[in-house]
């Protein structure tokens, strides 16, 4: 599952609430395993020197664990900090009491870091989880200062929006992306969306003693059943389904073309191309394991379609925006058949509201950031809110 920053404060704080764990332990929970996965992921099991970045909340709180016991295995440990933790933090504190009695904590600015120079490990706990504003310019620079060989994310590189997956900084680059990002409990929707994959780096989801029932609510994260990809020795071409790409018309059927042979390589057992009729000898002479269908409008897409060994459709690019294409999404929807939804065909259900009801859970959509916000327009409204431009790396 994953989950929104949202989700998973309500998992802690019920799990608190009813006295099956404490704060306190959660975060001495999460802090072990951020060691435990940096150091699995060293190639050099050689003792270091580590850098802790922490924040004022409670994802400083972690760094602080995290801190303690780095020093405990014979680290040489600087921790920095952006600001102590406040009396909203009372685990916090108390993992930054506990780091107190072994060293200092010097101030989060951008010359303090880079008097500290190159590290080891750099231990990014300033902001986790529930960051919803921009870092400003003064931290963005701190940030950008610390020099490692290693970056290790709590729960999310600081400056990541873990709800959208997007970088909350005003020029849109993120300070100091990880080459590894610990969460906890369960993977954020930030982690998979936007930019959370090349920010994040590796990611490892530890378990730190939360009951693991999902909220209803709490997105699922689909995984590919392997075994389906495998051709079955001795079955027919047709126990491996049959998919069906509609393409666009003269000149315009290049991705057409790509996704029919992207089917074949992921295990199809057949592959039919549907095009204008116009189309055909463009086509033919393009593909040979790919066979064509003449398509002319909606009627000839059911007459095909009354055959029920075609199991999954794909639409949508170069497809066309005029009534004949709207037409063709309709029936590919009516026929209840598993869709991939792309391009054009996406831009036709943005802007029909029979075609946008129409969709099911067979459906997948693609859409770019364009297409998702003639979709989704208040979705995209939010997200455009945010003071984010240009690439995140």
């Not at 780096?201 to 209803?216: K, M, R, S, T, Y």
């Amino acid at each position: 599952m994953l989950l929104t920053s949202a989700q998973m404060r309500a998992i802690e704080e019920a799990a608190i609430g009813s006295g099956a764990v404490s704060g306190q332990l959660l975060m001495e929970r999460a802090g072990a395993a951020v060691v435990e996965a940096a150091l699995a992921a060293r190639a050099d099991p050689a003792l270091g020197a580590a850098l802790v970045l922490c924040g004022p909340g409670n994802n400083g709180g972690d760094g602080y664990v995290v801190a303690r016991r780095l020093h405990g295995r014979g680290w040489q440990v600087t921790v920095l900090a952006l600001a102590p933790p406040g009396p909203a933090s009372p685990d916090a504190c108390a993992a930054r009491a506990a780091w107190d009695a072994l060293g200092p904590t010097g101030p989060l600015d951008a010359a303090t870091v880079a008097a500290v120079g190159p590290v080891d490990l750099v231990v990014d706990a300033v902001f986790g989880t529930g960051l919803g504003r921009p870092l400003d310019a003064a931290l963005c620079a701190a940030l950008g200062e610390a020099r490692s060989a290693q970056v290790v994310a709590v729960d999310a590189p600081s400056g990541l929006c873990m709800d959208s997956g997007r970088v909350l900084t005003e020029t849109g680059r993120l300070p100091l992306p990880s080459d590894l990002t610990v969460s906890f409990h369960a993977a954020k929707l930030g982690h998979f969306l936007a930019d959370g994959p090349a920010a994040c780096g590796g990611l490892e989801v530890a378990d730190i003693g939360l009951p693991q029932e999902a909220p209803p609510e709490a997105v699922r994260l689909a995984a590919p059943d392997t075994a389906l990809l495998a051709k079955m020795p001795g079955a027919h071409k047709y126990r491996h389904g049959h998919a069906l790409v509609l393409a666009g018309g003269v000149g315009r059927g290049g991705a057409g073309r790509m996704a029919a042979r992207a089917a074949l390589r992921i295990g199809a057992g057949l592959v039919t191309l549907a095009v204008p009729p116009a189309a055909l000898q463009e086509n033919a002479a393009r593909l040979d394991a790919v066979m064509l269908r003449p398509v002319a409008d909606a009627a000839a897409l059911d007459r095909i379609l009354e055959d029920a060994r075609f199991t999954a459709l794909c639409l949508g690019p170069a497809l066309g925006l005029d009534a004949r294409a709207g037409a063709l999404v309709r029936a590919a929807l009516a026929s209840g058949r598993h869709c991939l939804l792309d391009a054009d065909a996406l831009t036709l259900i943005g802007g029909d509201g029979d075609l946008f009801g129409a969709l099911h859970g067979g459906c997948v959509l693609t859409p770019h950031m364009g297409e998702f916000a003639r979709l989704f327009p208040d979705l995209a409204e939010a997200l455009d809110a945010r003071p984010i431009r240009g690439p995140a790396m």
